[in-house]
């Protein structure tokens, strides 16, 4: 073989490195139940009752043989009313994380997730620049407790998602029509992350990781030689996968990275716009989101830094289970082309363990390993699970497995052994 095709027809199974985390993510709010005091509300209601029901979400993890865990804790739970620490909530939290920590999983912690306190909601939210002091101020008076329980931290999740649900779509609370609105709190949260990270390397110097969750998506235009295509290729790689990053530089550990779309630029009339008949070519999920596997090694090749990189969040919501098979094994592939290639990537969190509470979208979208009876609260481990399980018992993609990228062919006629119930 001559040297240049050396090591490119290797046939053996993809593997992991080392040491690598495999885990799955969730929110407070989407799943914890009975949240009264945020910004939204009671919307949720009951969620999947993981408020009361962590240790059987947890074990379930841990069962699948997950050996991570990213998690958020509720800012509002904890701070109902301003400068009021409810220490029963602290305590529920510490006890939640120790649980984590009994069970010998790495815990990852996401600080902030998208909901606020009502009263910090009434003062403007994040496009208040006090809400970066009231933040940091609920930091100090947590972080002492839980800090033993947590080995990464995320600071906060998605600063774009959560303008663009905002101030953009408007379809999330305190929707309003203001560019400058978008701006303020753009910059108020680089800062609260900031904040953040050099709060919790000054109280734990000998370093507990920090970063935060980006949306990072990859961007293509629909003709390779059309200028203005190309032009709003760059300039929405620019502000939504490197600003954040470029603002708050020197202040990530690990790049965090939620990884769910692809869009294609197509210049029709003044403005390219992003166009989806190309989504017919390739799967798409419940929600119409194209499933893009390439994307997530285009994204992580571009980011790839002198630093770790994990993926936060990847997930799909569908209904049909063998749809999330193929998309665990393509996305898993590519992630591993990336490792391959030389990029840090240090573990991966499937979004998300259980079914949850979509944000606008309700209970209808269905993301979960997991899936959750909301009447009764049952979990049912669906088979993409245990897919999933045999990858992570491997740290590898085994050859066989890959049998499902077929249409038609069951998990069980794959999986020899089967996890046990
Ligand atoms: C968010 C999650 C959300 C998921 C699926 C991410 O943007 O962090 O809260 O449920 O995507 O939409």
Redesign the pocket.
Known sequence: MPQSLKGKHDHGPLKFPDGFLWGS?T?AY?VEGGNIHSDWGDLAGLACDQYHRYKEDFELAKKLGHNAHRLSIEWSRIEPQEGEFDQSEIDHYVKLLKYLKKLNMTVMLTLW??TLPMWVADKGGWENGKTVFYFERYLKKIIPYIGDYVDLWVTI??PG?YIYETYIERVWPHAKKSLWSQIKTFLNLASAHKKAYRLLHQTYPAGKPVGM?N?IMSFESFHKHSFIEQLAVSLNDFFINHLFYFLTRGTHDFLGI?Y?FHVRFKHKGVTPLPDSRLMQTHDISD?GWEVYPEGIFDALTDLSDDIPIYIT?C?I?STNDDRRNRFLLMYLQEVSRAIRSGVNVRGFFY??LID????H?GFE?R?GLVEVDYETQKRTPRNSARVYSEIIKRNAIPHDLLKLLGHGIRVEDVLKEKIEE
Do not use: D, I, R, T
């Open positions: 993510a929110s989407q997730h998208f999740n998605e998602v969750a949306n939620n769910y929600l969040e997930g919501a979004w998300s949850n509470f979509e944000w979208l979208p993301f």
